[in-house]
């Protein structure tokens, strides 16, 4: 199995970057993205209440399941596509590889 994934984060000028990610650390794509200084204010910290590190996944494996707290904060975004997601709620894991996400605008 492999112990790094890739994950393919889409600046706002359209760029890409491409990040590796530990799959045995149990970090979130949130995490990954912040300790590799792309700009996510991520302010409540990874609780799922602010809404702060959306994202717009534009290509994936296997996600997760919608929870309610994050599907929640969704519902409440002025910009939440039909793929929006909250970066602190996506476990980094081997199903992930390959994501290819977008930030998205705070308001």
Do not use: F
Not at 64 to 84: I, K, Q, V
Request: aromatic share 2%.
């Amino acid at each position: 199995m492999e112990e790094t994934i890739n994950i393919h984060v889409e600046l706002p000028d359209g760029s890409r970057v491409t990040l590796e990610a530990p799959t045995d650390m149990g970090l979130s794509v949130m995490e990954v993205m912040k300790a590799n200084e792309l700009d996510v204010p991520a302010i409540c910290g990874g609780m799922a209440i602010c809404a702060t590190c959306h994202v717009e996944v534009l290509q994936s494996g296997e996600l997760p399941e919608l929870g309610d707290d994050e599907a929640y904060m969704l519902e409440t975004l002025p910009h939440a596509t039909w793929s929006s997601r909250l970066s602190c709620q996506l476990r980094v894991t081997p199903d992930l590889d390959g994501l290819v996400v977008r930030l998205m605008p705070e308001a």
